[in-house]
Nanobody, 125 residues
Framework: QVQLVESGGGSVQAGGSLRLSCAAF????????MGWFRQAPGKEREGVAG???????KYADSVKGRFTISQDNAKDTLYLEMNSLKPEDTAMYYC???????????????????WGQGTQVTVSS
């Protein structure tokens, strides 16, 4: 059974950094695309970053150059390093997985079937 557990959220001032972690259980990393999504109050869930079994990555335009997605297969953990944070980055962040060797062309939440419970990130100005 696939289980995803996020951690590392918190409150930070604009310009600061946070690293989110997602511990993954119950699946083979090489068969899945992993992603980070976020959802702010009153807004739709949006894809932030994705990484597949070839370590190919993709990012939302709004976070390119500031966020880095990575995975440690030995630790079964997915990471999202977030730098130069902005107030508009404030949201609930979710780890997600989809059974696909390559990530979808677009990080659409409908394509991901496994989700963590989320971790809150709050950036103050």
């Amino acid at each position: 059974q696939v289980q995803l557990v996020e951690s590392g959220g918190g409150s930070v001032q604009a310009g600061g950094s946070l690293r989110l972690s997602c511990a993954a259980f119950g699946f083979t990393w090489s068969l899945y695309c992993m992603g980070w999504f976020r959802q702010a109050p009153g807004k739709e869930r949006e894809g932030v970053a994705g990484i597949d079994s070839t370590v190919s990555t993709k990012y939302a335009d709004s976070v390119k150059g500031r966020f880095t997605i990575s995975q440690d297969n030995a630790k079964d953990t997915l990471y999202l390093e977030m730098n130069s944070l902005k107030p508009e980055d404030t949201a609930m962040y979710y780890c997600a997985a989809t059974y696909s060797v390559r990530c979808p062309r677009r990080l659409d939440s409908a394509a991901f079937g496994y989700w963590g419970q989320g971790t809150q990130v709050t950036v103050s100005s």
